[in-house]
């Protein structure tokens, strides 16, 4: 059984950085494409960034050039480096694994969830 473990998050001033990581536990990590989305009430969980491979990356506008998602295999973690934060990035936060990243619906595997706030 497959199990992501979610640690950091918390608030923020605007401007501000924080960083989430995200353990894997029971999955071949190297061969795992992960993701990260984030979901504020209301509305659809809106995928933030990706690492389908160790050679790989993808980002949504809105976080491009501020957010960076990396992973280590050896550690079977991925983490999300956020930069300058708005408030608008204020959201639970999920990591995630599996094969289709791009669409929430097709996941499976799911972090807890940890909170961002970022206040301006």
């Known amino acids: 059984q497959v199990q992501l473990v979610e640690s950091g998050g918390g608030l923020v001033q605007a401007g501000g950085s924080l960083k989430l990581s995200c353990r894997a536990f029971?999955?071949?990590?190297?061969?795992?494409?992960m993701a990260w989305y984030r979901q504020v009430p209301g509305r659809e969980r809106e995928l933030v960034a990706s690492?389908?491979?160790?050679?790989?990356?993808n980002y949504a506008d809105s976080v491009k050039g501020r957010f960076t998602i990396s992973r280590d295999d050896a550690k079977n973690t991925v983490t999300l480096q956020m930069n300058s934060l708005k408030p608008e990035d204020t959201a639970v936060y999920y990591c995630?694994?599996?094969?289709?990243?791009?669409?929430?619906?097709?996941?499976?595997?799911w972090g807890q969830g940890t909170l961002v706030t970022v206040s301006s």
């Open positions: 690492s389908p491979s160790s050679l790989s990356t």
């Open positions: 995630a694994q599996g094969s289709s990243w791009w669409n929430y619906r097709y996941l499976e595997v």
């Open positions: 029971g999955s071949i990590f190297s061969l795992s494409p």
